[in-house]
C-alpha cells in the first residue's frame, strides 16, 4: 500500500468555482502534512502546511483529519493561475524524509 | 527557486556512460535530498544526507551514488548509466527542525539516457 494516494484527477473547473481534493496516508503515526504545487515541467512548490486544527491562506485551506487518516485542499473562487498539479506530503512517524503523492491535476477553464 | 541551483538543467547521454548531477544551495540548510520524478509515480526519495559526509539510502538508491563534501553542496553520479534511468531529477533542502520541516526544490534536471 502507498504510503500516500491521491486521485489523480483531472479537475476542470470553470473560474470562480469551489475545488477540493482529498489524500489519504496509510501511517496514523504521520505528524507532518504539506501541501505542494508544481507547475508542468516545474520544480514542486510548497503551498501550505496542514495543522491539526486546520489553516486557511487567502482563498485556500487546508484541513487534517487524524481519525480517518486523510487530508484535504480546499480552493475558493478559482483563478486561471491556479492551474497546477498539487502534491500531497506526508512524513512517517520515524522516518527521515517525506513522502509524495502523485498529485492532483486542477485545470480551471475561462 | 534560485536558492537552490542545479546543474545541468538538461542533460542527453548514451547507456553506460557515467554521469554526476550537482546541487548547490545558498539557503543555509543542513539537510539535503535527490529525488527523481517519473510520469505516474510521482518524487521518489533516492538519497539524503543530514550533514557533510552524512549518506543516507533512499527508496530508491540501486545504480546512484552521491556525494556530500560541503554543506552547499550534494551531488548525484550515476554509475554506468541505463535508459530506465531516464527521469527528471530534483535536489531539495531543509531545515533541520522539530518534526519534518518543508523542502525546497531546484529547478530539476531533465535526463535521457538512449
Known amino acids: 500500500r502507498k504510503e500516500v494516494e491521491q486521485d489523480p484527477g483531472p479537475f476542470n473547473v470553470p473560474e470562480g468555482a469551489t475545488v477540493a481534493f482529498n489524500c489519504t496516508y496509510s501511517?496514523?503515526?504521520?505528524?507532518?502534512f504539506f501541501w505542494y504545487r508544481q507547475d508542468c515541467r516545474k520544480e514542486p512548490k510548497l503551498l501550505m502546511s496542514?495543522?491539526?486544527s486546520g489553516n486557511e491562506d487567502g482563498r485556500f485551506t487546508a484541513q487534517l483529519n487524524r481519525a480517518s487518516q486523510y487530508i484535504s485542499l480546499l480552493i475558493r473562487d478559482s483563478k486561471l493561475s491556479d492551474s497546477a498539479t498539487y502534491l500531497c506530503?506526508?512524513?512517517?512517524?520515524?522516518?527521515?524524509?517525506?513522502?509524495f503523492g502523485t498529485g492532483t491535476r486542477l485545470t480551471v477553464i475561462p | 527557486d534560485a536558492d537552490v541551483t542545479q546543474t545541468p538543467r538538461n542533460r542527453i547521454t548514451k547507456t553506460g556512460k557515467r554521469i554526476m548531477l550537482e546541487c548547490s544551495q545558498t539557503?543555509?540548510?543542513?539537510?539535503m535530498y535527490w529525488y527523481r520524478q517519473d510520469p505516474g509515480l510521482g518524487l521518489r526519495l533516492i538519497y539524503y544526507?543530514?550533514?557533510?559526509?552524512?549518506?543516507n539510502k533512499g527508496e530508491i538508491s540501486d545504480g546512484y551514488s552521491v556525494s556530500r563534501q560541503a554543506q552547499a553542496k550534494f551531488s548525484l553520479s550515476l554509475e554506468s548509466a541505463i535508459p530506465n534511468q531516464t527521469a527528471l531529477y530534483f535536489c531539495?533542502?531543509?531545515?533541520?527542525?522539530?518534526?519534518?520541516?518543508?523542502?525546497?526544490f531546484g529547478d530539476g534536471t531533465r535526463l535521457s539516457i538512449l
Open positions: 531539495a533542502t531543509s531545515k533541520q527542525g522539530r518534526g519534518n520541516q518543508p523542502q525546497h
Open positions: 501511517n496514523s503515526a504521520s505528524q507532518s
Open positions: 496542514v495543522y491539526s
Open positions: 506530503v506526508v512524513n512517517v512517524a520515524g522516518a527521515n524524509n517525506l513522502f
Open positions: 539557503k543555509g540548510h543542513d539537510r
Open positions: 544526507s543530514f550533514d557533510v559526509k552524512d549518506i
